[in-house]
């Protein structure tokens, strides 16, 4: 069945859990270095490899980063809470039970407002973010796609076990209607840019700092019981949700069109045909036999303490993009530009180091934006705020025109050094100089003496005419409005 029809047939509803990694030095149970990367098993110890009589202690920075997450989302924060096991048998996890928070986790009971593109609004409301720890990572070898199925072997890395981890969790998000897929990308698009404010994960989705399992759900109508959910694993890309959830509503209105059930089920997203499959029945919470960490004592953090964290959060994100768009002078449409670009803080640093707001705009939404798109790499890694921000004020001094500018960009691309350099070694300045200018007008209008009659017959749209063997002589070195200033006083 197609989207559509399925969004007309059944209400669709989320449920959305975001694990974000904690940007900690150190594992959140024990003192293995925090870090991405290195060679396989390399960042562990007895404890994150779950050696016998090896005891957990936990991480003081790991407990202060959650507070900080929950009470940016809005949450209570627990006077008292405590670990518990959760127990299950994988290779990735060599302790057969994940240190995780059950019953007490650390916040509860909060929500933030995501604004989708057109700038409408939506409520998720946020039943808990408790902590706990990431596993290790399974590599299958032989099998196609990297999957279990057709490998030969697998092989285990245990660097990511026992990485902090805060895992938020919603309420079921309903309303969302034909916008589920939006509001899901959303979501999650909002999450990261807290974190990454926050300063409490680097947030590179690519490299798994943040994932989001997505579950799903249709009834028949918003009055109906809740349907029977499926839970998408581990969709890593703000693309990839939105076409995870169209597809899983399409998938499950075809089946409850046609009488079937809908089994409960994890399932696994694949990037290159937009589809999902079956992974294994969904484990409800009594499959996994929590029970309290013995290890552990409860960890209550002093109110002064989550006082201290409240006061020293930064400005959030939304509250910063109305800051700014009202400091620039913008539109929302503007601004949201900007912001799906992923170019917000280096627009800001730019206008901080002088650039005007339209400037900066418009250097990193557009050749900035095409040249990194074009080589495959991140905007940031091509050229700096202080890069850009000179490049505008030689543009506003009358020292560059755009045509130039962007020459002088792609030499600092290069590495050929600052705009001031680039501009001064390259010969690329704007031509000060009238006498010389006055040569090419000169030369120009003795080369064209049919535009120069059109012009003198009330025509300045002719002018243009002239312009281009000015340019050209003077290898796109002119001042096109003190040349076209020069060529009416030369024709009265």
């Known amino acids: 069945m197609k989207y559509e029809e399925a969004i007309e047939r059944y209400d669709p509803v989320l449920g959305i859990e975001v694990h974000v990694e904690l940007g900690t030095a150190t594992k959140m149970f024990d003192a293995a270095p925090n870090s991405f990367g290195g060679g396989a098993n390399e960042n562990t110890t007895p404890v994150s490899l779950g050696l016998p009589g090896a005891l957990p202690v936990v991480n003081e920075k790991g407990v202060e980063y959650a507070i900080r997450i929950g009470l940016a989302l809005g949450c209570e924060i627990a006077q008292s809470c405590r670990f518990a096991r959760k127990n299950y048998f994988y290779p990735d996890n060599p302790k057969n039970f994940q240190t995780s928070q059950f019953d007490e986790p650390i916040a509860a009971n909060g929500g933030i407002d995501v604004e989708l593109e ?8 946020i039943e808990r973010a408790h902590m706990e720890e990431d596993a290790g990572k399974n590599t299958h070898v032989g099998g196609a796609g990297g999957r279990i199925h057709g490998a030969d072997h697998s092989l285990v890395d245990y660097n990511r076990a026992g990485v902090p981890l805060v895992e938020i969790v919603t309420h079921p998000i309903e309303g969302t209607g034909r916008r589920a897929p939006e509001v899901a990308a959303a979501y999650v698009r909002t999450l990261r840019d807290i974190f990454k404010a926050l300063g409490v994960s680097e947030a590179k989705m690519e490299q798994g700092n943040v994932r989001a399992d997505i579950n799903v759900s249709l009834r028949d109508s918003p009055d109906a019981p809740l349907g029977t959910r499926t839970e998408t694993k581990n969709v890593n890309s703000f693309r990839s949700i939105e076409r995870a959830v169209r597809f899983e ?5 075809t089946l409850l069109a046609a009488g079937e059930s809908i089994l409960q089920e994890t399932r ?3 990037e290159d045909t937009g589809e999902t499959s079956s992974g294994r029945v969904k484990s409800d919470a009594d499959d996994y036999r929590y029970f309290p960490e013995p290890d552990l004592v409860p960890v209550e953090p002093a109110r002064e303490w989550v006082e201290e964290i409240r006061a020293s959060l930064p400005e959030l994100p939304a509250a910063r993009r109305r800051r700014l768009i009202g400091e620039w002078g913008i539109t929302e449409l503007e601004m949201r530009d ?12 730019t206008v901080k ?3 005007s707001p339209a400037a900066a705009r418009k250097w990193w939404t557009g050749e900035v934006a095409r040249r990194a798109k074009q080589d495959e790499r991140d905007p940031e890694d091509l050229v700096s705020p202080a890069q850009i921000a000179e490049l505008a004020g030689l543009v506003e001094a009358g020292r560059l025109n755009d045509k130039l500018a962007r020459q002088v960009l792609d030499g600092t691309i290069s590495g050929e050094g600052s705009p001031a350099e680039v501009m001064a070694a390259r010969g690329l300045e704007i031509v000060q100089d009238d006498g010389a200018l006055e040569a090419a007008v000169d030369q120009a209008i003795a080369d064209n003496p049919d535009v120069v009659e059109k012009i003198r017959g009330g025509k300045q749209q002719a002018i243009g005419a002239l312009i281009g063997p000015i340019m050209k002589a003077t290898r796109g070195q002119a001042d096109a409005g003190r040349a076209r200033e020069l060529i009416l006083a030369r024709l009265g």
């Open 268 to 270: 696994h997203f694949h």
């Open 353 to 355: 180091l002088g650039a």
């Open 118 to 125: 057109d700038g409408q609004l939506v409520h998720v409301p």
């Open 338 to 349: 900007v912001i799906n670009a992923g170019l917000l803080d280096p627009v800001e640093e």
């Open 249 to 253: 509503i399409a998938r499950q209105a």
